[in-house]
């Protein structure tokens, strides 16, 4: 039964990871599930409140990240609020139009069609579109090492 657990704690570190490139999957969703399935099914001692309040942190961390990463980049690239919304909107749509690539060319290409609409100005579109696109690789960046991050600690916790 431990031999399925634990496979089941990996499938789902692994799927975080996935979850980075297709955002849709709730990737630190995903690795709190291999911590509490470790929890509440294998061992229930090994876990402290310390690593519970600091994944706790981490978490906070990581969404805040993903969150304004994207938007102040935009930002500092001259994008409007409607250059962030839309490749917000285009980000999770384009996970399921030619994925993975359409997380990166669908937000691109939308941000570029709004800000010539709303500036008229073809270069600084394609700026913010740009800034677009750096915004959400950092925050991808950022994101997958947070999770590597937790997931050490957590092997870390539970070796030593």
């Known amino acids: ?4 657990l634990w496979i089941i704690v990996i499938a789902l570190f692994i799927t975080s990871f996935v979850g980075l490139i297709y955002p849709v999957l709730p990737s630190v969703l995903a690795v709190w599930g291999g911590f509490l399935i470790y929890h ?5 001692n090994e876990l402290t409140t ?6 706790g942190v981490i ?6 990240a993903d969150i304004f990463t994207g938007s102040l980049a935009v930002k500092q690239f001259g994008g409007s609020k409607w250059g962030e919304r839309v490749a917000t909107v285009a980000i ?10 359409g997380i990166l060319i669908l937000p691109f ?5 709004v800000e010539i609409w709303q500036q008229d100005n073809v270069s600084d579109a394609f700026k913010a579109a740009f800034g677009t696109l750096i915004g959400f690789l950092s925050g991808r960046l950022a994101e997958g090492l947070l999770q590597l991050i937790m997931i050490g600690w957590f092997f870390l ?4």
């Open 109 to 113: 290409v939308a941000v570029v069609i």
């Open 40 to 44: 509440f099914f294998i061992n229930a």
């Open 59 to 64: 978490t906070v961390i990581l969404i805040l």
């Open 50 to 55: 310390f690593f519970w309040l600091s994944m």
């Open 1 to 4: 039964m431990d031999v399925l």
């Open 157 to 160: 916790t539970i070796w030593f």
């Open 92 to 101: 999770i749509v384009g996970t399921f139009v030619y994925p993975p690539f």
